[in-house]
């Protein structure tokens, strides 16, 4: 299989269903920022990272992969038979269960900080602001499926927090503002 298809040259896209849109159209940004999000976590993995971290954001980029996928898929064609790409609210407890665990080694925040730091930490609170952009995205899409956006929002929430982390771990201060 070829990696170009010259389906796309036009700038029309296919969703899973079949149906052809427009590359400019707001289901395709939406899937596009969940990638972007998803590449942006990449850059952090590529970075030296903590085991437990590396682990924790490998399974969070195969969620994103189920996020876009879902995304992709509006009719929830391949939605029922393919369970990699399942996702719902057992994800995002799970984030809030990262959330709560690395927020014990942090001081509770008293001021806001700047995004900096360690070349990792900083590259989270892109992958974040990524995060945030897609969720709005969704949310303009009129995306119905709540656990998408709660995941989304959880997902920030979880980036902020592990980007105070890698700079604690690295004994790197926070910048406040």
């Not at 995002?92 to 942090?106: F, G, R």
């Not at 001081?107 to 590259?123: D, K, M, Q, V, W």
């Amino acid at each position: 299989m070829k990696i170009y298809t010259r389906t796309g040259d036009g700038g029309a896209t296919t969703l899973f269903d079949g149906t052809r849109i427009a590359k400019s159209d707001p289901r395709v940004d939406a899937y596009g920022d969940v990638d972007e999000a998803n590449a942006v976590v990449g850059v952090v993995r590529a970075e030296a990272l903590d085991a437990d971290l590396d682990e924790l954001l490998a399974e969070v980029q195969r969620d994103l992969f189920a996020l876009g996928s879902r995304l992709a898929d509006p009719a929830e064609r391949i939605a029922d038979r393919v369970t990699k790409i399942a996702l719902g609210p057992a994800d995002v407890t799970k984030l809030e269960a990262w959330i709560d665990k690395y927020e014990t080694e942090l001081t509770p925040l008293r001021r806001f900080i700047l995004p900096s730091g360690t070349r990792a930490a900083a590259a989270m609170h892109l992958a974040r602001t990524v995060c945030r952009r897609a969720e709005r995205r969704m949310v303009a899409l009129a995306v119905l499926e709540v656990e998408f956006l709660a995941y989304m929002n959880r997902l920030s929430d979880l980036l902020f927090v592990l980007a105070r982390v890698v700079n604690h771990r690295a004994g790197v201060a926070e910048a406040e503002w």
